[in-house]
C-alpha cells in the first residue's frame, strides 16, 4: 500500500479539536480545525545516523531525531531525499515529520520489526502489531512534505 501524504490534509487531520461524543456534527456544525505550530528547528535525520541506500534499517536513527526534537521543545525533522528503509516510527509532541521532494520512507516487510504491543480494536483490548507511524499521548504532530511514505502493506501475511 503506497501513502502520499499532502502538507494540508496531515496538518489538518492532525489538528482537529475533539469536541464530546455527544456533539451532532453538521455542515453548520464541524470541528475546529487548529493548523499545527512548530518550531523552526531542523533535525536532519542524517546527523542521526541514518544512511540512503535503501538497505540500512533507519528506524533507530530517525526515532532519535524525533525523541530529540520533542525533548528540546519541538522542530522539524528532516527525512531529505533518497530511499529510506525503516521499521516503526512514533511520532512525539510538538514534531513535524517532513518529507523532502524525492524523499521515500519504505517501511520494512520484516514482520520482527513490527513488536506486538497491548492496544484497543473496536473497543475491545487486544494485542496487534505496532503501526508503521504511531504517536502515543501527543499533541502538535504532523507528517508533511511532498515525499512519499510507503507502508509496505503487499508484504502479505506469513
Aim: charged share 15%; glycine share 8%.
Amino acid at each position: 500500500m503506497r501513502l502520499h501524504f499532502s502538507i494540508l490534509s496531515i496538518a489538518m487531520a492532525a489538528a482537529f479539536h475533539v469536541q464530546p461524543v455527544a456533539a451532532q456534527y453538521s455542515w453548520n456544525n464541524l470541528p475546529v480545525v487548529q493548523e499545527p505550530v512548530f518550531r523552526k528547528d531542523t533535525f536532519n535525520i542524517l546527523r542521526y545516523g541514518a544512511k540512503a541506500d535503501g538497505l540500512s534499517l533507519n528506524s533507530d536513527a530517525i526515532n532519535k531525531a524525533i525523541t530529540a526534537a520533542s525533548q528540546r521543545g519541538g522542530g522539524v525533522v528532516l527525512v531529505p531525499a533518497g530511499l529510506w528503509l525503516t521499521g516503526p516510527v512514533v511520532l512525539k509532541s510538538n514534531v513535524e515529520l517532513h518529507l523532502a521532494k524525492s524523499a521515500l520512507l519504505q517501511f520494512t516487510k520484516d514482520f520482527d520489526q513490527y513488536p506486538l504491543i497491548e492496544t484497543y480494536y473496536e473497543g475491545l483490548a487486544a494485542v496487534r502489531c505496532q503501526a508503521p507511524v504511531s504517536a502515543v499521548d501527543a499533541e502538535n504532530i504532523a507528517i508533511t512534505g511532498s515525499g512519499i511514505i510507503d507502508g509496505g502493506g503487499d508484504a502479505g501475511a506469513r
